[in-house]
């Protein structure tokens, strides 16, 4: 019986990683040939570059508490879209004024576009993002701390 | 019809074929873990092909969950495997001899918080203050990390809530945003001290 | 009016750019999870009994306090990743809650001592986290071809096809968290003591298995 054998392979669950492998790799293969893939022109909140600003590949397009606008899907839903994007705490304002680039390290200082997606417009990511990084946390110090 | 994006997508998904065969092919457990490390870069590059504002902000989350799932499996491949102890070469410093990394990084950290910004630092270095407090009492075990990391995810759930409801709110609903992600990076820093204060303690 | 797969929704709430809507669909799986989550709080664990074949002799497995407290814990939370990923309107969003849900499932099985299960939950692990690949490669594909992500948007039919490529790699990576094929292999699983929590494992991978079937059908 086919079925059976195919139960049998399957019971082994060193199998199954690599037939989950195999099975994403044809995966991928299939995609090769599915190209090439229209890609839309009106995307939501499109890169804008502008080399001459002094906060060159991040431009927060106005000054700090200005509502730039910012083309996300449901401008309805998020009434102050725009604000933390212009943001800047006053050191940093110091730095892009004093310096070039320098003034946007996006990560670590609260303000910017990145900051306005992943709080603000997509907040729900970020939320279930922590959740993941919780829970796995709670898993790994579990099992550490059980041995 | 080909343009730069479809180019981008037909080298990815090469490498992608390439990954997962390597990944079929392998045997020992712990190198599939390296592999599937290496394969999680394909899926930020497919995201980043996007090009838009959008694709930075999916990558963080997508980087996250590759990471903490792997910091979940690489702890029961060592259950698995039964290492309980682990002796690496550790920096010779006497600080991190004695087991108090956690307070150095903290320190560390408040300073970054007080150079970073004028009254938002405020906030931002006072919490790495309490850190410091905190893990003075610090001893070989995870409960603290994990409270931290708890704060830091009531924190965002916070910040979240008063940006969906209260966008008036906007700047403290930031705030709070900001301190979060300033507390799991403490969290993971002082991750990095327990590993090394482990071996001499 | 846009052409809803699972009925006209009763309510939308509203995230920013993400938006969670009840359909007759998605509001019967939310209250389905809903209901093991809570069976899951309140029911009592199993305790297993070994019995040796040809004699009387037989001993229950103690199943310790942290142990139960722990996988109750993880239980939950898979409860509430799948409740998540039943209502929420967004591609990206509902990946990830179902990247959650996959490694809640990890939590549930490796919590047990036994090394047996421990190797199984390893290898289900390793499924789980290159299961994410697929998984996001097509939400960023979703994105790169439509020009949204929002689920409302896709039904309305005013934006382009959803390319197939992203279609196949959001099954296959839903396939991978949720194991839906494997349930051979997670017999294994199951032979870790503690009843109620791993049914959340079997129960939550049939749920997002459900909902993907409607994501795939709007675009």
């Known amino acids: 019986m086919i079925i059976r054998r195919i139960s049998h392979f399957l019971c082994n669950y060193e199998n199954i990683m690599p037939l989950f492998a195999g099975a994403c790799m044809f995966l991928f293969m299939a995609g090769i040939l599915l190209l090439p893939i229209q890609y839309s022109d009106s995307q939501l909140y499109p890169k804008t570059i502008d080399r001459n600003s002094t906060l060159d590949p991040y431009d927060r397009g106005g000054p700090p508490f200005t509502q730039v606008t910012i083309a996300d899907q449901y401008p309805d839903n998020s009434p102050t879209a725009g604000l933390v994007t212009s943001f800047l705490t006053p050191f940093s304002l110091w730095l892009s004024q004093v310096t070039h680039h320098m003034g946007t390290t996006i990560v670590a200082h609260p303000g910017g576009i990145i900051d306005e997606i992943l709080y603000n417009t997509r907040g729900l990511d970020t939320v279930v993002e922590a959740t993941i990084l919780f829970v796995a946390f709670a898993i790994a110090s579990y099992i550490f701390r059980k041995v | 019809m080909w343009g730069h994006y479809n180019y981008g997508i037909f080298i990815v998904m090469i490498a992608a074929v390439i990954a997962f065969l390597a990944l079929a092919r392998e045997r020992d457990d712990l190198h599939k873990l390296l592999l599937i490390d290496l394969i999680e870069i394909l899926s930020l590059g497919i995201i980043a092909l996007l090009g838009t504002d959008l694709a930075e902000a999916l990558i963080l989350p997508g980087l996250t969950v590759g990471i903490a799932e792997l910091l979940a499996l690489s702890q029961i491949y060592c259950t698995k495997e039964g290492i309980r102890s682990n002796p690496i070469m550790g920096l010779d410093i006497e600080v991190i001899k004695k087991a108090d990394a956690p307070m150095i990084l903290s320190i560390f950290l408040v300073v970054y918080g007080m150079i970073l910004s004028g009254f938002t630092g405020g906030a931002v270095a006072g919490l790495g203050l309490v850190v410091l407090f905190i893990s003075r009492s610090y001893r070989e075990d995870l409960n603290l990390l994990e409270m931290a990391s708890g704060i830091s995810w009531a924190l965002w759930i916070f910040a979240f809530f008063i940006f969906m409801f209260l966008p008036g709110f906007w700047f403290v609903a930031l705030m709070g945003a900001a301190i979060g992600i300033l507390l799991k990076v403490t969290v993971k820093m002082s991750l990095v001290g327990t590993m090394w204060g482990e071996q001499h303690g | ?219």
């Not at chain 3, 007759?24 to 899951?40: D, E, G, H, N, Q």
């Not at chain 3, 047996?116 to 290159?130: E, F, I, T």
């Not at chain 3, 051979?184 to 749920?207: D, N, Q, T, W």
């Open chain 3, 1 to 219: 009016m846009a052409d809803f797969i699972g009925g006209l929704p009763y309510y939308i709430l509203e995230f920013g750019d993400e938006l969670v809507y009840f359909t007759p669909y998605t509001i019967t799986l939310f209250l389905l999870a809903l209901a093991f989550t809570l069976l899951a709080i309140i029911s009592r664990p199993e305790r297993q009994m070994d019995i040796a074949f040809g004699g009387d002799a037989y001993r229950t497995k103690d199943i310790s306090i942290s142990e139960m407290r722990f996988r109750r814990f993880m239980a939950i939370a898979c409860g509430l990743a799948s409740m998540g990923a039943m209502v929420t309107g967004d591609i990206f969003n509902f990946t990830l809650f179902t990247a959650m849900v996959g490694i809640t499932n990890v939590g549930i099985v490796a919590a047990v001592k036994s090394p047996h299960v421990q190797d199984a939950a390893y290898q289900y692990g390793l499924v789980a986290l290159s299961a994410t690949v697929p998984l996001f490669a097509g939400a960023a594909v979703y994105a790169a071809a439509t020009g949204s992500l929002s689920m409302i948007e896709l039904m309305k039919g005013t934006l382009p096809a959803v390319p197939l490529v992203a279609k196949a790699m959001l099954v296959t990576g839903v396939v991978g968290e949720g194991m839906a094929p494997f349930y051979a292999a997670k017999a294994e699983m199951f032979r870790a003591p503690g009843a109620p929590y791993v049914i959340m494992c079997s129960l939550s991978s049939l749920l997002i298995f459900l909902r993907v079937v409607e994501v795939v059908m709007l675009g």
